[in-house]
């Protein structure tokens, strides 16, 4: 059975930094592309990030460019989130998925979703 697993959230106050991690189990990823996105308490799921399966392209939601970096080991089926300058509007639940569509920006284009792992900034 496929299975994607999000660690490394936790928390942290405004201005620190967190590095996430996805796992995935029961099949490689390694040609997919693969995305984050973040979900806080009553909103809608929202794009965070994207890279492609040779991890050569990246594409950021403006939100995050400059402060966040999506990056890939595909030898440990593994995809990372450093996220850095860390905002409280950055507080939700992150969710990594790996796609073969083209729309990476939009969730509908994922599947294979892991539980997510808790971020918490704090003031």
């Known amino acids: 059975q496929v299975q994607l697993g999000e660690s490394g959230g936790g928390l942290v106050q405004a201005g620190g930094s967190m590095r996430l991690s996805c796992a995935a189990s029961?099949?490689?990823?390694?040609?997919?592309?693969m995305g984050w996105f973040s979900q806080a308490p009553v909103k809608e799921r929202e794009f965070v990030a994207s890279?492609?399966?040779?991890?050569?392209?990246?594409d950021y939601a403006d939100s995050v460019k400059g402060r966040f970096t999506i990056s890939r080991d595909n030898a440990k089926n593994t995809v990372y989130l450093e996220m850095n300058s860390l905002k409280l509007e950055d507080t939700a639940v992150y969710y990594c998925a790996p796609t073969w569509g083209w729309d990476l920006r939009k969730p509908r284009e994922y599947h294979t979703w892991g539980q997510g792992t808790q971020v918490t900034v704090s003031s």
């Open positions: 890279i492609s399966g040779s991890g050569g392209i990246t």
């Open positions: 029961g099949r490689t990823f390694r040609g997919e592309a």
